[in-house]
């Protein structure tokens, strides 16, 4: 279906331009950065060549362990993490939307109810996305649950597309709000409305087999034009300076207040379990969002299946896999104000399964507050997870993973 292009993009420059004043009025934080992103370059492009990014070579060694889930690397792609924060973006679930793009090209992914039985996804990049370009797709709203998470990151490049707000939205569950609390919204915050194209794409023909793709499922970006702009607001691994009640606070390395977990190295074929097959619900009855995953004693990895179909990566058409699956029970409130959001607790300590090597850990979760580390135990002692993509569910008191 061809549209009317150029007219479109001109009005969305322009409400782009409008949104993000308004943002800049309202943030209401009581420290202001130095670097001002009005007086920035909006745009960012991917690099040159974004399939082929780096050179790495077949041979070379991996040496490098990714803070984030423990999976080893070459001394090229830790050179360039280096450099870089990791990237946590909003991805939406609705059925219409299915595939999405990049999920499997994250480090971490969080998965959570929003509204109305509807899960989201907020994959974190870091260590896997470094060699080539990954596209990301369809980008949505930001969510009071997945803020929480991406604290744990110590102020990650946000990128989402605006986000729960307003008078007739509960206190619990604004946003928005929460970014300008937080010191987001001038740092850190990559927002769609106040960025636009071409870091930002309304691709309509995403899904070829769904002609009347509706707007809200069209939002493309990928992991270097993201990266791009945030080098040039000068958020990389260091934050820039920021000036709070008229002194400047020297900026810092994202690392220094980052808590990583423990890995362990691959187990040996004989070592692993027989749990095959783990499955769950988010609210009972909605089928379209219930998950599997398959346990591949072979490759020692579990593969997503939702809604009863292989769970695709737009980007490669294969089916996502993972080394660890979480599952953690947490206090769910549902549909705390007009518009069904979810509110969740995310503070505290409750139940925990880790699936890993084809076993089955029971474990317990603590998280003190927004910007800990969500931590896990087992028997007294933190939970080693398996090298590699780690993918964690949430779920409200009254669902239990079978196994």
Request: net charge neutral; charged share 25%; aromatic share 10%.
């Amino acid at each position: 279906m061809k549209r009317v292009i150029l007219p479109a993009l001109l009005a969305y420059l322009i409400s782009a331009a409008g949104t993000f004043a308004v943002f800049s009025m309202v943030s209401g934080d009581s420290s202001s950065s130095l670097i001002n992103p009005a007086q920035i370059e909006q745009t960012a492009v991917p690099t040159a060549d974004p399939s082929n990014r780096l050179a790495v070579a077949p041979e070379a060694p991996k040496t490098e362990e990714c803070p984030l889930n423990g999976k080893m690397y070459t001394v090229t792609e830790r050179e360039s993490w280096d450099t870089r924060r990791p990237l946590a973006v909003m991805i939406e679930n609705h059925t219409e939307a299915r595939p999405q793009s990049g999920l499997s090209r994250a480090d971490i992914v969080y998965e959570a109810v929003v509204e109305g039985g509807i899960t989201r996804f907020m994959p974190i990049f870091y260590c896997e996305a470094q060699a080539k370009d990954t596209i990301i797709a369809p980008v949505r709203s930001a969510r009071q649950f997945f803020l929480d998470m991406a604290s744990e990151y110590n102020m990650p490049l946000y990128a989402h597309v605006g986000g729960s707000n307003g008078d007739d939205t509960d206190p619990r569950v604004r946003a928005l709000e929460h970014l300008s609390d937080y010191g987001w919204t001038l740092r850190n915050d990559l927002n769609q409305f106040s960025i636009g194209y071409p870091t930002f794409v309304r691709n309509y023909n995403r899904l070829p087999d769904k002609e009347d793709l509706a707007t809200e499922h069209t939002m493309e970006s990928s992991t270097e034009r993201l990266w791009a702009l945030g080098e040039k607001r000068k958020y990389t691994n260091m934050s820039p300076d920021t000036k709070v009640r008229g002194k400047i606070v020297p900026g810092a390395d994202w690392r220094d207040k980052f808590v990583k977990w423990l890995f362990q190295d691959e187990a040996a074929s004989g070592s692993r379990g027989t749990v095959n097959k783990v499955a769950y619900e988010f609210w009972t009855g909605y089928k379209d969002f219930t998950v599997e995953w398959d346990y591949n004693l072979a490759t020692n990895m579990y593969k997503r299946v939702m809604g009863g179909e292989p769970h695709l990566d737009l980007n490669t058409n294969a089916q996502i896999e993972m080394k660890n699956v979480v599952v953690i029970q947490t206090k769910e409130y549902p549909s705390v104000d007009v518009h069904k959001h979810n509110y969740i607790v995310t503070g505290g300590t409750g139940k925990a399964w880790i699936f890993q090597n084809g076993n089955a850990i029971e474990a317990t979760w603590s998280k003190k507050d927004r910007e800990s580390r969500m931590t896990f135990s087992a028997g007294g002692k933190p939970v080693k997870f398996a090298r590699g993509p780690i993918w964690i569910s949430v779920v409200n008191m009254e669902i239990k993973p079978t196994y």
